[in-house]
Nanobody, 120 residues
Framework: QVQLVESGGGSVQAGGSLRLSCAAS?????MGWFRQVPGKGRTGLTT???????TYADSVKGRFTISKDNANNTLYLQLNSLKPEDTAMYYC?????????????????WGQGTQVTVSS
């Protein structure tokens, strides 16, 4: 089992920045960030594997940056140039087997989420 705890969400104006964190109870092969708005499914944003290889969804490429502190098993997501449409609950996910997928079913472990609200 892996426990994931997100933090760093909040309210910001359009164009602003936030940094999300996800503390994991142990290391895993893959970690990633998803987001969800009410009434819709979770959407994959970015992943990083144990070697540091990353993937990004087109919607966040160039604005969001994923990184990882291996020594502390902590995942980060730097959110820049935020837009109102980035408003969502942001979730950290992890898996021991596969990486790079946007399918929710491919991640065994999930955090409780942290809310990001961007006002215009």
């Amino acid at each position: 089992q892996v426990q994931l705890v997100e933090s760093g969400g909040g309210s910001v104006q359009a164009g602003g920045s936030l940094r999300l964190s996800c503390a994991a109870s142990r290391s895993t092969y893959c970690m990633g960030w998803f987001r969800q708005v009410p009434g819709k499914g979770r959407t994959g944003l970015t992943t990083i594997n144990e070697a540091g290889s990353t993937t990004y969804a087109d919607s966040v490429k160039g604005r969001f940056t994923i990184s990882k502190d291996n020594a502390n098993n902590t995942l980060y997501l730097q959110l820049n140039s935020l837009k109102p449409e980035d408003t969502a609950m942001y979730y950290c996910a992890a898996d021991d087997v596969r990486c790079g997928s946007w399918s929710v079913a491919n991640y065994a472990y999930w955090g409780q989420g942290t809310q990001v609200t961007v006002s215009s």
